[in-house]
């Protein structure tokens, strides 16, 4: 857990700490995924599998970016909060436009 930790860019954190971090994130994506059900209407997946995209999506992109990013002079951690958010975002859409 502490390896896939770092490779997305967490600190060694608390085990009580890892829990909190990784339910609000999917609490967040859970919203995400309502809104983007609720925008899409029936270009959308429904909401659980929404939220799975969003997730996958977010992942790769946090994890291209910490990888691969170019240094800005931006917080680091704000930054890939915004690649994550925008990726997921990003493959959820381009789903949704080439889903026949």
């Known amino acids: 857990m502490p390896g896939l930790l770092k490779m997305v860019g967490l600190p060694d954190m608390p085990m009580l700490s ?3 971090v990784i339910t609000m994130i999917v609490l967040g994506a859970m919203m995400f995924g309502w809104l983007a059900d609720l925008l899409l209407g029936d270009g959308g997946f429904g909401v659980m599998i ?3 995209i ?3 999506g977010a992942f790769t992109g946090a994890w291209l970016w910490h990888r691969y ?3 800005t002079r931006f917080p680091a951690e704000a930054v ?3 690649i994550a958010t925008g990726s997921g975002l990003l493959l959820l859409i381009t789903l949704a436009v080439i889903r026949p």
């Open 80 to 82: 890939r909060a915004a």
């Open 69 to 71: 990013g170019i240094p």
């Open 54 to 56: 969003l997730l996958v």
């Open 18 to 20: 890892v829990v909190l």
């Open 50 to 52: 929404n939220t799975g």
